[in-house]
């Protein structure tokens, strides 16, 4: 069982470039993550959605656009990348939301540099 | 500002004695915890909730204690294995459903065999 699978798993940008990471899930999960994690900090929300189709900002959206055109796939881009997204990315999916029973099955991360 | 803090960065414990790692959080919204632990190179794994109506829960050698009036959770493991070295998230959510979990800092636990 693969569960949810990044790619590519690290990435060097050069500030101005734009790239696109992938995440894909073999749960039949409607809801999708996608989180940062830097030093300090802990994980957050940049981006999610519940279901094919749909997307919705999350508490660090600027920067960041993403798309779910299947619902197996949720994919994050960022179009003009900055120093400040240097971080860890992790994709994760729930069957249905947060909270409750509902735990978020994470991907192994995205590390990207942005020099 | 921080809604989940966990002020302990690290912990260090011999193996076979328990280990306490704390949380507090400052939204009394929050009815649901829950504790996540990541090995290096790999994302975080779900480890143990709690649900606002309880305070305790305990699975195998972890627990998890709820104090609603102090705003604070612990996760106790016992007896701790060197494999338990990992990095444990406490997070919480306000309601079901809720689209965002606030995550605490990480608390990085070594086990000294």
């Known amino acids: 069982n693969a569960g949810v699978t990044q790619t590519p798993k690290f990435r060097v940008l050069k500030t101005g470039q734009s790239m696109t990471l992938l995440c894909a899930q073999d749960?039949?999960?409607?809801?999708m993550y996608w989180y940062r994690q830097d030093p300090g900090m802990g994980l957050r929300l940049i981006h999610y959605s519940v279901g094919e189709g749909t997307t919705a900002k999350g508490e660090v959206p600027d920067g960041y656009n993403v798309s779910r055109l299947k619902k197996q796939n949720f994919l994050l881009g960022l179009e003009s990348a900055a120093p400040s997204q240097t971080s860890v990315y992790f994709c994760a999916s729930t069957p249905g939301g947060l909270g409750g029973a509902n735990v978020l099955t994470f991907g192994a991360g995205s590390r990207l540099t942005v020099l | 500002d921080q809604q989940v803090k966990q002020n302990s960065p690290s912990l260090s414990v011999q193996e076979g004695r328990i280990s306490i790692l704390n949380c507090d959080y400052t939204?009394?919204?929050?009815?649901?915890f829950l504790w996540y632990k990541k090995y290096p190179a790999e994302g975080p794994t779900f480890l143990i909730s709690?649900?606002?109506?309880?305070d305790k829960n305990e699975d195998g050698r972890f627990t998890v204690f709820l104090n609603k009036s102090a705003k604070h959770l612990s996760l106790h493991i016992v007896p701790s294995q060197p494999g338990d070295s990992a990095v444990y998230f406490c997070a919480a959510s306000a309601q079901t459903g809720a689209n965002n979990l606030f995550f605490g800092t990480g608390t990085r636990l070594t086990v000294i065999p």
């Open positions: 749960m039949n999960h409607e809801y």
């Open positions: 709690i649900s606002s109506i309880k």
């Open positions: 939204n009394s919204m929050f009815d649901y």
